[in-house]
């Protein structure tokens, strides 16, 4: 195997068979940090997003984190509920594109699929921000270098996904059961200290200072506060994305894995908006010196500033990077089932060299780095244009099944009222929240998603469209023709007499009597081949009784080489109305990539337009003449 080989097996893995496939399907113990961990790690900056918003209320701002937070959880149940249902009802994997989908119709598909991707797109983007947040706060003086280390985070979380699921999952779930860990240690410690004080508990370290309020409460702001706390929701719907990932009974396993990952979620919810409120923790604005998040000053005032600390903060800024993994788990599986129906290109259908769908990680990695860099890397950036995504597409999902259990015949299938009750809930409270986040959020941001989603349902009609015009002008119904007699017009650009020259010539010649050679002649440039021509082609071949190519010369005084070869295949289009053509073009292969910065790429570019500017009855062959078999 060669270096290039090894050093590509070393790090993204060997390459695996698709037989290989069932070895890399997952259990719970991976699926919990696969498609778990964007879920659990919106606890570090879920809470923060709300009291972000609660600052202008000064410390009774804070107070009124443990009613938001309650709200957001009940909501979390209902879609949890309505998700189990999703799972069992489509096994080979149900998400919010292909319920809707079937049960909704195209045009709520293709809106599901727009919001999905803006979703996950956003998941990425803000996994790594968040996490390199957490960094900064334990390390300030890393805050001019925000962007820089979220690019990097990109790069190795890139790395490790295109291993595959099953090294992925191994990867993470270290990291997420330190996070899930550390947090739930500090969360039990808190809630006994505040039992123990009285409600009043003492912070273990200096807490910093809670401006005074300058807004009085209204609504309004209840409803952007709210809007903004919902973005600990996102993630839950990649579980039931994703259920192709796991082993068998996939829905089961994916089941358990769901019921774990809310639970664990609603427990840090909970135990966070009641720890702020006891010990009056409040957000601080990030662009300010000294910015320290929620979750560390948290962790401050619980455990004090010594080694669990920094072991809390490392395992949030693991976490919170690697929560983008849910993307990279789901993204690929979205494309390709979008693609699937002719909505994306069809590249996305593709597997990779670890069996992944590798086109969606290359798009999704791309505009994560360019919404990385537009914000520069700031959650709070970030933060306005992310529930809106999930949450329309948790609401299509949920009506979609309230229609798949209306389809359902009632004798066959048990509790099917119920059933519809659950995903009816379950898209009324999220389609009410739905317009709780755009109407909030729609100044801050939100507006952006909604031109994202109609763009990109806009980009999936065009492709579908394209697809609709090729099938219908290559569709066949009839046997095979008799083949054409008769043979076609071999046209042959020539620049000079040399083994490239004669190697086109002797397939030509192979393939055709009519052969037309073209030769562009540059006005300061000698010309060699036209007094060599009789010599030493056309004495030979008539010497042979064989056909003789005839040779075209075609002045250029503005010195272009293309142009005039286009304008005389053109010409012989037009002449010949129904006989074939021929274009053969000889081009020099080197061994080496730096050898062809020494020369002119005339025939790739010849090719390129002949293609482009295509003729129905015109055929484009390309000639190589490899350079290292006669040179080395």
């Known amino acids: 195997m060669s270096i290039t080989g090894n050093a590509l097996n070393l790090l993204f893995g060997r390459p695996l068979a698709t037989s290989e496939e069932r070895a890399e399907s997952i259990g719970p113990a991976a699926g919990?940090?696969?498609?778990?961990?964007?879920?659990?790690?919106?606890?570090?900056?879920?809470?923060?997003?709300?009291?972000?918003?609660?600052?202008?209320?000064?410390?009774?701002?804070?107070h009124y984190i443990v009613p938001i937070s309650m709200a957001i959880i009940i909501l979390m149940i209902i879609v949890f509920f309505s998700y189990r249902q999703t799972i069992e009802a489509y096994p080979n994997g149900g998400g919010s594109y292909t319920v809707a989908s079937e049960n909704l119709g195209r045009k709520a598909g293709l809106l599901a699929?727009?919001?999905?991707?803006?979703?996950?797109?956003?998941?990425?983007?803000?996994?790594?921000?968040?996490?390199?947040?957490?960094?900064?706060?334990?390390?300030?003086?890393?805050?001019?270098?925000?962007l820089e280390m979220c690019l990097g985070a990109l790069l190795i979380l890139t790395i490790v996904n295109m291993r595959g699921v099953h090294d992925t999952g191994l990867v993470f779930m270290i990291?997420?059961?330190?996070?899930?860990?550390?947090?739930?240690?500090?969360?039990?410690?808190?809630?006994?200290?505040?039992?123990?004080s009285g409600g009043h508990p003492h912070p273990m370290a200096p807490m910093p200072a809670?401006?005074?309020?300058?807004?009085?409460?209204?609504?309004w702001l209840l409803l952007k506060v709210f809007s903004s706390g919902c973005a600990a929701m996102t993630g839950v719907e990649a579980v039931s994305n994703g259920v192709m990932a796991f082993r068998e009974p996939r829905a089961k396993n994916a089941k358990i894995t769901l019921t774990i990952i809310i639970a664990l979620l609603a427990i840090m919810l909970a135990g966070m908006a009641w720890l702020c409120n006891a010990y009056g923790i409040a957000a601080m604005d990030p662009d300010k010196p000294g910015y320290e998040s929620v979750l560390s000053i948290l962790t401050h005032a619980v455990m004090g500033h010594g080694w669990f600390y920094y072991l809390t903060i490392a395992s949030v800024l693991l976490a919170l990077t690697l929560s983008a993994n849910t993307a990279f788990a789901d993204f690929p599986r979205l494309t390709?089932?979008?693609?699937?129906?002719?909505?994306?290109?069809h590249v996305f259908l593709l597997r990779g060299r670890r069996l992944l769908y590798s086109w969606g990680i290359y798009v999704l990695v791309t505009l994560t780095a360019v919404l990385?860099?537009?914000?520069?890397?700031?959650?709070?950036?970030?933060?306005p244009l992310y529930a809106i995504g999930a949450f329309l597409a948790f609401t299509l999902s949920q009506a979609g099944m309230v229609v798949h259990w209306w389809k359902q015949d009632r004798t066959k299938t048990r509790g099917v009222g119920l059933k519809m009750l659950v995903n009816g809930l379950?898209?009324?409270?999220?389609?009410?929240?739905?317009?709780?986040v755009l109407v909030a959020k729609f100044l801050d941001g939100a507006w952006i998603t909604v031109l994202l989603v109609a763009g990109l349902i806009l980009m999936?009609?065009?492709?579908?469209?394209?697809?609709?015009?090729?099938?219908?002008?290559?569709?066949?119904?009839?046997?095979?023709?008799?083949?054409?007699?008769?043979?076609?017009?071999?046209?042959?650009?020539?620049?000079?007499?040399?083994?490239?020259?004669?190697?086109?010539?002797?397939?030509?010649?192979?393939?055709?009597?009519?052969?037309?050679?073209?030769?562009?002649?540059?006005?300061?440039?000698?010309?060699?081949?036209?007094?060599?021509?009789?010599?030493?082609?056309?004495?030979?071949?008539?010497a042979e009784g064989r056909a003789v190519p005839q040779l075209k010369v075609i002045k250029s005084p503005y010195r272009t080489i293309l142009q005039p070869i286009l304008d005389y295949i053109h010409e012989v289009e037009r002449e010949t109305e129904h006989q074939k053509i021929c274009v053969l073009v000889p081009e020099m292969m080197v061994k080496h990539w730096w050898e062809g910065l020494m020369h002119n790429h005339r025939a790739g570019l010849l090719k390129v337009l002949l293609l482009v500017k295509g003729n129905p009855r015109t055929f484009v062959i390309n000639i190589p003449w490899y350079l290292d078999v006669h040179s080395r």
């Open 32 to 62: 919990i940090p696969i498609f778990g961990l964007d879920a659990l790690s919106s606890a570090a900056y879920g809470p923060e997003a709300a009291l972000m918003l609660l600052i202008p209320l000064g410390l009774g701002g804070v």
């Open 113 to 146: 699929a727009a919001a999905l991707m803006i979703d996950y797109i956003l998941t990425a983007a803000v996994g790594i921000s968040a996490g390199i947040g957490a960094l900064v706060s334990g390390v300030p003086s890393l805050q001019p270098y925000t």
């Open 175 to 196: 990291p997420t059961l330190m996070f899930t860990g550390t947090l739930l240690i500090v969360i039990a410690v808190g809630l006994a200290r505040v039992v123990a």
């Open 210 to 219: 809670i401006p005074p309020a300058t807004e009085a409460l209204s609504l």
């Open 336 to 345: 390709r089932a979008i693609a699937h129906n002719d909505y994306m290109p």
């Open 372 to 383: 990385l860099i537009i914000f520069r890397g700031v959650t709070d950036r970030l933060i």
């Open 426 to 436: 379950g898209a009324s409270a999220t389609g009410i929240t739905t317009l709780v």
């Open 460 to 542: 999936m009609r065009s492709v579908r469209r394209h697809y609709d015009i090729v099938d219908e002008e290559s569709v066949l119904d009839r046997p095979f023709a008799r083949a054409e007699r008769g043979h076609p017009i071999m046209i042959v650009p020539v620049d000079k007499w040399n083994r490239i020259t004669e190697k086109a010539l002797s397939f030509a010649l192979a393939m055709s009597d009519d052969i037309r050679c073209v030769h562009v002649q540059v006005a300061d440039e000698p010309d060699t081949i036209c007094s060599t021509w009789d010599e030493y082609v056309t004495a030979p071949l008539k």
